[in-house]
């Protein structure tokens, strides 16, 4: 079973565009919640939320925490070609120390 | 400051041969976490070292080992490679446990 699943798969938009992106997980023992950007090769930070930082933003990307719906959600505005890229959720749990779970992913296209 | 740093980036091995990654973390963080990237099963993780104690390990068999040393440099070994180990090697810091994790660029392993 799942304990991150990250929707949609693949995404393609126009620049300019803005795009949603979601993380959905498991409730138990929920600790933090981190976003990163992968290209061809390690992915990036982006974010990390917390039970005391639910809600994240830098330039034009945002992110939000609802503990409550058990889910996440990565906002791009003004989507430049740069944006292309894998966005990868991943979710820490407590007591299982830095072990976190990563979802699948989403793919990013962003076209001229 | 300098980055997570892997070695080496690139290795092609057999099958039945044995491979060590290096992995050394950026300067003052403790924690290393390595993980598996494939096309299929996603970012996987392996082993969590934290003060040369292995904290956490994965859902992967005893092939695949690892280590810490007092400058929280870490190595991961796995023996015996099969086919289905082709993978990218993602190793990566934080400053202590449960705390944002940086990324090294990863060693891509090729089994044929």
């Known amino acids: 079973e799942d304990k991150v699943v990250q929707s949609p798969l693949s995404l393609v938009v126009h620049e300019g565009d803005t795009v949603t992106l979601n993380c959905s997980y498991e409730v138990t023992n929920f600790r933090s919640l981190l976003w990163y950007k992968q290209e061809k090769k390690a992915p990036t930070f982006l974010f990390m939320l917390t039970s005391s930082g639910i809600e994240k933003k830098s330039g034009r990307l945002s992110s939000i925490l609802d503990k409550k719906e058990l889910f996440s959600i990565l906002n791009i505005t003004a989507t430049q070609t740069g944006d292309s890229a894998v966005y990868l959720c991943a979710v820490g749990f407590l007591n299982t120390g830095n072990q976190f779970y990563f979802g699948t992913g989403t793919s990013l296209t962003v076209i001229p | ?112």
């Open chain 2, 1 to 112: 400051k300098a980055g997570v740093t892997q070695t080496p980036r690139y290795l092609i091995k057999t099958r039945g041969q044995q491979v060590t990654l290096s992995c050394s973390p950026i300067s003052g963080h403790r924690s290393v976490s390595w993980y598996q990237q494939t096309p299929g099963q996603g970012l996987q993780f392996l082993f969590e070292y934290f003060s040369e104690t292995q904290r956490n390990k994965g859902n992967f068999p005893g092939r695949f080992s690892g280590r810490q040393f007092s400058n929280s440099r870490s190595e991961m070994n796995v023996s015996t490679l099969e086919l289905g180990d082709s993978a990218l090697y993602l190793c990566a810091s934080s400053l202590v446990v449960a705390d944002t994790q940086y990324f090294g660029p990863g060693t891509r392993l090729t089994v044929l």
